[in-house]
């Protein structure tokens, strides 16, 4: 490692351990340990003056110099030793940063790095069961009923943490045949369960049951006015109004049905026209892959004729925590696989995804491997006007479910499931999900909610003691001026609240006037797609409808995307620097607004997110597609173009959205809960002095002689803390 610091910093190397290790291993992503590490000599002047760069090095208590960063540096690789650092993804990383930095050294380095496996689903659990174990005792050493509680329900609220793992592919792609693999039990897709056109979504639980949500009257509403412009979806509704009572099933408020599973097939069968009233299903079972809180999305895919059913699809994929798509080995990448690759590649939250080659007996070994780079190179020329790197966030791996459950069945030696990637599959899924962001965050914030707690029950236990310990001394004072600071902290509290109160009054939502930016944005769509529509005209080329809905898709999503962006961007800014400034004039509430404020500044980028109206973009999508489909001149399209876009933009009506979200009122919540929290505290520990005080008035025996047993708590306490600050 020295050898490498001495290539890429040369005389700006300094006197370094190379032992180094940082005492948070989460604290970083694996894109933002690639970013430390492309820092060299030629580079970092740069470097240190961007802004984002200087945002990075705050997150992890890092000074902007070359020391911490060499420092850093060697932290990370120790990591990347350790296992604690995915080394794929860190190449993948440094590749990316290769045009912007040159780190051919850094790479090469890694490329050779022997790095220990890990398994991160033990280790997980592992660094939980730490957490829960100091809880239980945290329990133990409480005052009151109201903090065993609050600590149990800590514990519970982290133990139920969900992973959400969405799967999707065509028809002939072996879903439930990969699926029921995974399970190890022929689940899906059986006469019970058959493979079904809605969403499904499958989790835990102690008996085997499903839910079947239908459409609501609005989102019908919006299916059938979709129908005006797929003559398919039309015929489809017209049939099935002829054949089912709707109003039995479509309701203002979404009728949910509990059901047996053995009466699914009723329902969710694709043969079955009811299943096109179903929005989703929820599927309860007691199988032990779903143990681990993990749910199964199975979606139906994006060529789906309901707009709707697409739109609901998309809201998964967009919130789940991984995606996997599969491909069958044998036939190559089909445009719908493409268009589908590419739209997730563009719109999914999820940092990576995999494509699952199934079938992969059929192929040898060499074959598979000219059928990933295939995909990939054909993914990279559909993405070259926009980021061939997005290629990167993909992964492959190659099954055959055929061969895992030949064994599971019996039918088959061990040596068919070793063969079949299913073992590699199901490890790859709990590495992913286990050593991922939500993970991390989730471990983060348990850390911290216990850390809160600690504090406050040693605080209590320290008082005491200098209550016993004065009264002995016959200090009467001292006990009044411990009284008294108790009071100025009630009275400071007052003032925080009121602070608060008038703060949020005058903040203002930050909408950096969204209308008018949808409008640029809704006449740079109109005019990229008349310029297409003319040069079509000038080269007597003919219409390539996938391409103008790619048009209307990038424009308008990347367009919402900067605007969505700077919106959080200010609105979390203004929201921090007030919490930043009540932090600093009430030091003692610090601890308490920052627990949970990265999870209240998540949940706010989402609600932000989620104004666009996906409904009202399916919408426009197939009114354009329609427009393009009519054989009509310049004049006459620009014109109808021109009335169907801008009166599509007017309807997001985002302006009004974004008001309704009332960020200012729920960050006004969650200031107060906070205030609440401590406040009970205080009235907790005010209680306690007071009958402390009463007790040594009284001379009770067992408060004079509970010094020693507090100091033994004390000492416990303190113990657990040091083993809370080096937990990670």
Avoid at 305 to 331: H, K
Avoid at 368 to 377: D, G, R
Avoid at 534 to 541: S, T
Avoid at 700 to 728: R, V, Y
Wanted: aromatic share 8%; glycine share 2%; proline share 1%.
């Amino acid at each position: 490692m020295k050898e490498l610091f001495q290539k890429i910093w040369q005389n700006e190397l300094q006197f370094l351990n190379f032992d180094a290790k940082f005492q948070d291993k989460n604290k970083l992503n694996t894109a933002e340990c690639a970013i430390i590490l492309s820092v060299n000599k030629d580079n970092y002047e740069r470097y240190f003056l961007l802004k984002e760069f200087q945002e990075l090095c705050k997150k992890i208590d890092l000074r902007v110099d070359i020391f911490s960063i060499q420092n850093a540096q060697i932290c990370i690789l120790n990591l990347l030793k350790s296992g604690f650092v995915p080394k794929q993804d860190l190449l993948k990383a440094l590749k990316i940063l290769e045009k912007i930095s040159k780190n051919t050294e850094m790479f090469d380095f890694i490329s050779q790095e022997k790095v220990q496996s890990i398994d991160q689903k033990a280790l997980f659990q592992n660094d939980f069961k730490e957490l829960n174990t100091i809880n239980l005792e945290l329990q133990k050493l409480s005052f009151d009923e109201n903090l065993k509680s609050r600590l149990q329900k800590t514990l519970e609220k982290f133990q139920n943490l969900e992973f959400n793992i969405a799967i999707t592919g065509v028809m002939n792609a072996g879903k439930s045949s990969l699926l029921n693999a995974l399970l190890k039990e022929d689940f899906l897709g059986v006469s019970n369960i058959p493979e079904t056109a809605n969403l499904t979504v499958l989790s835990y639980g102690k008996s085997e049951e499903a839910k079947i949500y239908f459409w609501d009257k609005k989102e019908w509403q919006n299916i059938l006015e979709s129908s005006h412009f797929n003559a398919d979806l039309k015929e489809f509704i017209d049939k099935l109004d002829k054949s089912v009572n709707i109003e039995d099933f479509i309701k203002d408020k979404p009728l949910i049905q509990n059901i047996a599973l053995c009466e699914l097939k009723n329902f969710s069968s694709a043969k079955n026209k009811i299943s096109a009233l179903i929005k989703k299903i929820e599927i309860k079972s007691h199988l032990d892959f779903l143990k681990n809180n993990i749910s199964i999305v199975d979606t139906p895919g994006l060529d789906d004729v309901v707009v709707q059913r697409e739109i609901v699809t998309n809201e998964y994929l967009r919130e789940s925590d991984f995606l996997i798509y599969l491909m069958n080995a044998s036939q190559s990448l089909t445009q719908k696989d493409a268009d589908f690759l590419v739209h997730c590649l563009l719109n999914s939250r999820p940092s990576k995804f995999l494509i699952v080659l199934t079938k992969a007996d059929l192929l040898s070994k060499k074959d598979l491997e000219e059928v990933i780079v295939y995909t990939k190179e054909s993914l990279k020329s559909r993405l070259v006007d926009l980021d061939e790197n997005l290629v990167e966030k993909i992964d492959f791996l190659c099954v055959s479910a055929k061969m895992a459950s030949d064994f599971y069945k019996g039918l088959a030696p061990k040596e068919s499931l070793q063969k079949s990637g299913m073992q590699e599959f199901e490890n790859y899924l709990f590495n992913e999900l286990y050593a991922g962001e939500k993970s991390k965050i989730a471990l983060r914030a348990y850390k911290k909610e216990l850390h809160l707690e600690l504090k406050n029950i040693l605080s209590k236990y320290e008082m005491q003691n200098r209550l016993i310990k004065e009264n002995k001394q016959g200090v009467s004072e001292e006990n009044q001026k411990l009284l008294l600071e108790l009071q100025k902290q009630n009275i400071l509290l007052k003032e925080a609240q009121d602070e608060i109160s008038n703060s949020i009054v005058k903040l203002k939502n930050i909408d950096n006037g969204i209308d008018n930016l949808v409008l640029l944005l809704a006449k740079k769509l109109k005019e990229r797609l008349i310029d297409e529509f003319k040069y079509l005209k000038n080269n007597a080329q003919k219409l390539n409808l996938s391409r103008i809905l790619n048009i209307v898709d990038i424009t308008t999503k990347d367009g919402i995307n900067d605007i969505l962006r700077e919106i959080k961007f200010e609105n979390i800014k203004k929201i921090e620097e007030l919490k930043t400034n009540l932090s600093l004039k009430y030091d003692f509430l610090k601890d308490d607004f920052d627990n949970g404020f990265e999870g209240f500044k998540d949940g706010i980028s989402k609600n932000i997110d989620s104004i666009f109206q996906s409904e009202k973009f399916a919408l426009l999508r197939l009114k354009i597609e329609k427009l393009s489909n009519l054989k009509s001149d310049l004049y006459e399209l620009e014109t109808n173009l021109d009335t169907v876009i801008f009166d599509t933009f007017k309807e997001f009506k985002m302006s009004e959205i974004l008001n309704s979200l009332n960020i200012n009122g729920a960050f006004f919540e969650f200031l107060n809960d906070k205030l609440k929290h401590y406040e009970k505290n205080q009235k907790s520990k005010l209680e306690s002095f007071e009958k402390v005080l009463q007790s040594l008035k009284n001379q009770d025996i067992n408060i004079l002689n509970s010094f020693e047993e507090n100091l033994e708590k004390i000492e416990k306490l303190k113990q657990l803390e040091m083993g809370l600050l080096n937990a990670d």
